[in-house]
């Protein structure tokens, strides 16, 4: 299984960015996907995760209300909309995969993910 993200890049505070996570090696529409992410300095953090089929998602709090996970099934990847960028958004932004067939579950615990991306940065200017 192998996961491409990306999508990172610069911008300034209040911007907006998307990045992308193709998935291959597995049958995506069984698989469970979530966005991490890592600042300098500080432990890895869970950003969104989304279930299987699309229907439940589930962000932190910090970014409740500006980022939006999706997914295209058809495509293998799933996406993280961020608006709204804030400098304390600075880090480097992975995408990990875990088999799944809940209609519902979404998964926020890092260590439930048997796949990880090799991460992409994201830099928030001020």
């Known amino acids: 299984v192998q996961l491409q993200a990306s999508g990172g890049g610069l911008v300034q505070a209040g911007g907006s960015l998307r990045l992308s996570c193709e998935v291959s090696?597995?049958?995506?529409?069984?698989?469970?996907m979530g966005w991490f992410r890592q600042a300098p300095g500080k432990e890895r953090e869970f950003v969104a995760a989304i279930n299987a089929s699309g229907r439940s998602t589930g962000y932190a709090d910090s970014v409740n209300g500006r980022f939006t996970i999706s997914r295209d099934n058809a495509k293998s990847t799933v996406y993280l909309q961020m608006n709204s960028l804030k400098p304390e958004d600075t880090a480097v932004y992975y995408c990990a995969a875990r088999e799944s067939y809940s209609e519902t579950y979404y998964y926020t615990d890092g260590r439930r993910y048997a796949y990880w991306g090799q991460g992409t940065l994201v830099t928030v200017s001020s």
């Open positions: 090696g597995r049958t995506f529409s069984s698989t469970a």
